[in-house]
C-alpha cells in the first residue's frame, strides 16, 4: 500500500498546480495536521482514496470549517484494507490555544483507549501531530515531544510512526527519517510517500 503523508504546508505541486495523474497509484492520504482543511477537502475530491487527518495545534479553524469528506481518526483506531491506524492530534499545550495537551492530558487519552487497543491487538500505525519526547522533538514547550508516545511505540511496536509539527525548514537538527526500536519514524513535513511494506523505507521516501 502506497500512502501518501502530508503535515504543516500545503504542497504547491498538490495544490496550485494539481495533476491528478500524480496521485493515480497512492491508495491512502494521512495527514498529520496544522493544514488549511480546503486543502484536505480538495484532496479528497479530486482523489479516489479516503483522506484521514488529525488535528494540529493550530487547527481550531476546523471546528467551524471541517475538512469536507475526510475521516477524522482523533482517538480512535481507524482499519483500512487491515491496516490499524491510531490517531492522536495536538501539541504539548504551551498557550490557551485549541488542540494542546499537558503529558498529563494526552495520558489520560491514550487510558481511554484501552478497550480499543485490547480488541484491535494494538496497532500498525500511529499518527500523531506532535513527535515524541526526544525522539526528533524541539527542547522549547511547544514543539517538546510527548513521553505516553514513547511508551506505545515499546509497548505495541507499530511498524510507522508518523508526525508533523517540526518543520523541517528549522534547521539540520530535525530529521526526515529516524527509527526507535522496531519502528519507522517518519517527520512527514509537507509531503512524503512510503509503501507501507517496505522494510527499509528510509531508501525509498519520496516527495513525490
Given amino acids: 500500500m502506497k500512502i501518501l503523508a502530508i503535515s504543516d504546508e500545503e ?12 496521485l493515480e497509484d497512492i491508495d491512502l492520504i494521512i495527514s498529520c495536521g496544522d493544514l488549511d482543511p480546503r ?3 480538495f484532496l479528497v475530491t ?7 487527518y488529525v488535528h494540529g495545534n493550530h487547527d481550531g479553524k476546523y471546528e467551524k ?5 475526510c475521516i477524522c481518526i482523533e482517538d480512535r483506531i481507524y482499519v483500512y484494507h487491515g491496516i490499524r ?4 492530534g495536538g501539541s504539548m499545550r504551551y498557550s490557551s490555544g485549541t488542540h494542546q495537551y499537558t503529558e498529563r492530558q494526552m495520558r489520560q487519552r491514550v487510558t481511554r483507549l484501552k478497550f480499543q487497543l485490547f480488541r484491535r491487538r494494538g496497532f500498525d ?3 500523531t501531530h506532535a513527535p515524541a519526547f526526544q525522539l526528533n522533538d524541539g527542547r522549547d514547550l511547544p514543539h517538546q515531544g510527548f513521553q505516553v508516545f514513547r511508551a506505545l511505540l515499546e509497548k505495541y511496536r507499530p511498524k510507522y510512526f508518523l508526525h508533523g509539527h517540526v518543520h523541517l525548514s528549522y534547521g539540520n537538527n530535525y530529521k526526515r527519517y529516524d527509527k526507535y526500536k522496531n519502528t519507522h ?3 512527514v513535513y509537507e509531503k512524503c510517500v512510503f509503501e507501507f511494506e517496505d522494510e527499509n523505507p528510509r531508501e525509498s521516501l519520496s516527495a513525490l
Fill in 11 to 22: 504542497s504547491k505541486y498538490l495544490w496550485e498546480y494539481y495533476d491528478k495523474s500524480c
Fill in 39 to 41: 486543502y484536505l477537502s
Fill in 46 to 52: 479530486l482523489s479516489s482514496v479516503p483522506v484521514l
Fill in 65 to 69: 470549517l471541517p475538512p469536507e469528506g
Fill in 85 to 88: 491506524i491510531l490517531g492522536l
Fill in 125 to 127: 500505525i500511529l499518527v
Fill in 185 to 187: 519514524v517518519i517527520n
